[in-house]
């Protein structure tokens, strides 16, 4: 018996990777019967017959899950997001940096395209996106700024990828694919290009699949542009904004949301510019999306 990581389903056939190979995989009968529902990433158990085919004997329960991407056991996920063309939606960063602290995974900032930044800011004021990066820096996340076409930062990035699980996510024109290629080291995907009236990116990425990168196993993800908050109470949102839990306890009043309270420390931080205000007035659209959310409940 040997174990492995599924790597896609296609077919009423499963591909694992295990011991430096793919193996094309089918079903036992009980698997079929049982309905078993599969995602790249599950750790499984596999008999050989021959040939690099086999067969799923076994499932090992899942550390985690996600439902989009649908992909178990990820160790981290890459937010992907360009420094310009088009420019970051930190919104939606701050949604998925959400996301992904509710699934316990590990989160890693990288903003690309540091190269047409530049070029762009030569002529023009070149703090902006680095400042952006230094935000969410000092609050404690782990941040790379890339070149996929120079590969400036991309070593370093590669370094986190061995042995473990990660995820591709952002939103399209964020440079995904073109990341993998070059943390990959030939394996090459499809690309797109951006649309220029829209400054938004065409979908490239059609399925799910984890593939072998840098040491590790990384999923290229669809491109999106919107992520619900995932279901919690009010008084949780704040949790996962890292950069107000020092403050909180001195607030006025335990149940401060930080939202319309007098003496609230978090407000008296954004103010002296010791939180980003940025941040701050995200946390403030989704305290309302949470307490709609509430309601509706």
Known sequence: MIEGVLLKGYGGFYYVYAEDRV??????????????????????RILPEGDQKARIEGVEP???????????????????????????????????LIQVADSEIKPILVFTKLDKYLSEASDADSSGQYF??????????????????????????????TEKIS????????????????????????????????????HTTRHVELMVCAGGLVADTPGFSSLYLPKMKRQDLAGYFPEFAERRRECRFNTCLHDKEPNCAIKAAREHGEISSTRYEHYQIFLQEVIAAERRY
């Open 132 to 161: 952006i990066a230094d935000v969410y820096r000092q609050i404690g996340y782990t941040v790379f700024e890339v070149s996929n076409k120079t590969e400036e930062g991309i070593q370093e990035l590669r370094n986190h990828l």
């Open 23 to 44: 193996w094309e995989c089918s079903l036992r009968g009980r698997f079929r019967i049982k309905d078993q529902d599969f995602l790249p990433g599950d750790r499984v």
């Open 62 to 96: 899942r550390l985690n899950s996600l439902s989009r991407p649908p992909v178990a056991n990820v160790d981290q996920a890459l937010l992907v997001f360009a420094m310009t063309s088009p420019k970051p939606d930190l919104n939606l960063l701050d949604r998925l």
């Open 167 to 202: 995820v591709l996510a952002g939103p399209s024109g964020s440079g995904k694919s073109s990341l993998f290629n070059a943390l990959s080291q030939g394996k090459q995907l499809k690309t797109g290009e951006i649309s220029q009236k829209s400054q938004r990116g065409r």
